[in-house]
């Protein structure tokens, strides 16, 4: 019953995962409402062609699990991490998208990086609480707001990393990388 409690505290990230959806769909829709074949946006728009149904679930994973971590920047209901089903959403697509990809090492790195993740948020949630709660000074503030833009870099590099590994396996971008090294 506790775990159903904590999935149903999850409907406002379906909320704001259904408007970044909208957004994201919104923004393209703009970007290539005007698509020339010869312009800039064929580069953009090109990434995209040519992935397999397996790239593209993969990038799905990546996509989710970014937005929920963009989520959990602005979340301070932590709990234990055993009991806390944010750690279970950071750590479920990671595993699931390099169980698809056959990158069997980088389960436990990936895994290892949930945690650290998991221990920074929860960090957030204690300086935000001592914060809100106890007393605002301004080296804690300042420390709250270092260790939010540590985070937010920390999270996207890694999914920034990952989107370049599926990306590099299209055959379309594999092509131009070994046209550049002749």
Same mark, same amino acid.
């Given at each position: 019953?506790?775990?159903?409690?904590?999935?149903?505290?999850?409907?406002?990230?379906?909320?704001? &995962?259904?408007?970044?959806? /909208?957004?994201? #769909? !919104? *923004?393209?829709?703009? %970007?290539?409402?005007?698509? +020339?074949?010869?312009?800039?946006?064929?580069?953009?728009?090109?990434?995209?062609?040519?992935?397999?149904?397996?790239?593209?679930?993969?990038?799905?994973?990546?996509?989710?699990?970014?937005?929920?971590?963009?989520?959990?920047?602005?979340?301070?209901?932590?709990?234990?991490? &055993?009991?806390?089903?944010? /750690?279970?959403? #950071? !750590? *479920?697509?990671?595993? %699931?998208?390099?169980?698809? +990809?056959?990158?069997?090492?980088?389960?436990?790195?990936?895994?290892?990086?949930?945690?650290?993740?998991?221990?920074?948020?929860?960090?957030?949630?204690?300086?935000?609480?001592?914060?809100?709660?106890?007393?605002?000074?301004?080296?804690?503030?300042?420390?709250?707001?270092?260790?939010?833009?540590?985070? /937010?870099?920390?999270?996207?590099?890694?999914?920034?990393?990952?989107?370049?590994?599926?990306?590099?396996?299209?055959?379309?971008?594999?092509?131009?990388?070994?046209?550049?090294?002749?």
């Amino acid at each position: 019953m506790n775990i159903l409690n904590e999935i149903a505290n999850l409907f406002p990230f379906i909320v704001s &995962f259904s408007v970044a959806i /909208f957004l994201v #769909l !919104l *923004i393209t829709y703009f %970007l290539f409402k005007k698509f +020339n074949p010869k312009g800039r946006k064929l580069k953009i728009y090109g990434i995209f062609l040519g992935l397999s149904n397996l790239n593209t679930i993969s990038i799905s994973l990546l996509g989710v699990r970014y937005i929920f971590f963009v989520y959990c920047l602005f979340q301070n209901d932590y709990v234990s991490i &055993f009991e806390d089903v944010h /750690f279970y959403f #950071l !750590l *479920i697509p990671g595993i %699931l998208y390099n169980l698809l +990809n056959k990158r069997y090492f980088n389960i436990l790195l990936d895994s290892l990086n949930s945690v650290i993740l998991y221990f920074v948020l929860f960090s957030k949630m204690i300086f935000h609480d001592y914060i809100f709660t106890v007393q605002s000074v301004w080296y804690v503030v300042l420390i709250y707001i270092l260790l939010l833009i540590f985070t /937010f870099i920390y999270g996207t590099y890694f999914m920034v990393k990952d989107v370049d590994y599926v990306l590099k396996k299209n055959k379309y971008i594999q092509r131009k990388l070994k046209k550049g090294e002749k």
